[in-house]
């Protein structure tokens, strides 16, 4: 399933479940990785540093923020 989200101030999860729609996830801190996803476009920040590991290409939906374009 592709998602399309925009530039905002919340994380993509809350972005994604805002949508009625769902991830899976455990730590939503960024210490885990069960929310890693593959980033198709776009770039995104964190506020802080993952803990888990991020290849190039993937995010942590639970603590990424789209950047705006």
Not at 39 to 52: H, K, M, N, S, W
């Amino acid at each position: 399933m592709n998602v399309q989200l925009q530039a905002s101030n919340n994380v993509l999860l809350a972005q994604i479940e805002s949508k009625g729609l769902t991830v899976e996830t455990h730590c939503r801190s960024g210490f885990c990785g069960m929310c890693r996803v593959r980033l198709l476009e776009g770039q995104v920040a964190y506020d802080e540093t993952p803990i888990a590991f991020v290849k190039e290409g993937e995010v942590l939906v639970c603590c990424a923020k789209a950047k705006p374009m």
